[in-house]
């Protein structure tokens, strides 16, 4: 090729040799390398490409001796990236000068938010309460396993619920629920006699609770009493602090 400025365009690093040549037929030459760096070709992947918020997920990149990352300006060719939602991300590798981008897309599905409650949050033991959970689409109840967003429970014992909801696209979050459980009073009753004479009287005690009511009369005390005039029999009903009762 004539002339004193060439364009060239190489795709490998080539040594050219220019001959000069003056007006008196008298010729030199010089070498010159232009050193070609291969254009990367980047890939890049994440692994999971889909996640739930506030779980994470690996970048890989390959293809190139050096990788920064954006949005957050990382650099490795494995970077872990925690995004609050659904992102695109763009790896730029170089070798040396030399540059090539890639992106992909990380798909950020919402972790659920559970509202869990127990109506009522304190029952007496043989009673039953109803747990009911919101925010998510399927819902496991433990202990036992239990199914469903509101079921019935009669636990013997204070309980702590732990409630898992998982979304349509698999996110899954948890909450708790506490349910006290007051113990039913367990009563004695005694009488001074189970048989008395018309016209005379018999005391009737009971223990074992707080408060106590009889009946029939609606009579309050942990002991009274009676002269019935005919056979009677009598019903206590025995009271705790939380509200528990016993007859």
């Not at 409630?163 to 948890?174: I, K, M, R």
């Not at 909450?175 to 009073?185: R, T």
């Amino acid at each position: 090729t004539n002339g004193s400025t060439l364009v060239v365009t190489p795709s490998v690093t080539t040594t050219y040799t220019v001959v000069g040549t003056n007006i008196f037929g008298c010729a030199n030459t010089r070498t010159f390398t232009q050193v070609v760096t291969p254009t990367p070709t980047v890939n890049a992947s994440a692994s999971p490409t889909t996640i739930c918020s506030g779980n994470s997920s690996t970048l890989i990149a390959n293809g190139a001796l050096s990788y920064t990352w954006n949005p957050g300006g990382l650099s490795g060719a494995t970077v872990v990236v925690t995004p609050t939602s659904t992102t695109i991300y763009t790896v730029i590798g170089a070798n040396g000068n030399c540059t090539a981008t890639r992106t992909l897309n990380l798909i950020v599905n919402p972790t659920p938010t559970l509202t869990a409650l127990a109506s009522p949050t304190v029952i007496c033991a043989g009673s039953t309460t109803t747990l009911s959970v919101i925010g998510a689409s399927n819902y496991t109840w433990n202990p036992g396993a239990l199914t469903g967003n509101t079921l019935a429970v009669s636990p013997t014992i204070t309980t702590q619920y732990t409630v898992n909801g998982q979304t349509l696209a698999g996110c899954s979050a948890s909450a708790i629920v506490n349910v006290s459980v007051n113990a039913v009073p367990v009563l004695s009753i005694t009488a001074s006699a189970t048989n008395i004479c018309i016209g005379s009287s018999g005391t009737l005690s009971a223990s074992g609770a707080s408060s106590y009511t009889w009946n029939p009369g609606a009579i309050i005390g942990s002991s009274i009493v009676i002269t019935p005039t005919s056979n009677v029999v009598y019903t206590v009903t025995g009271q705790v602090p939380g509200g528990c009762t016993s007859s």
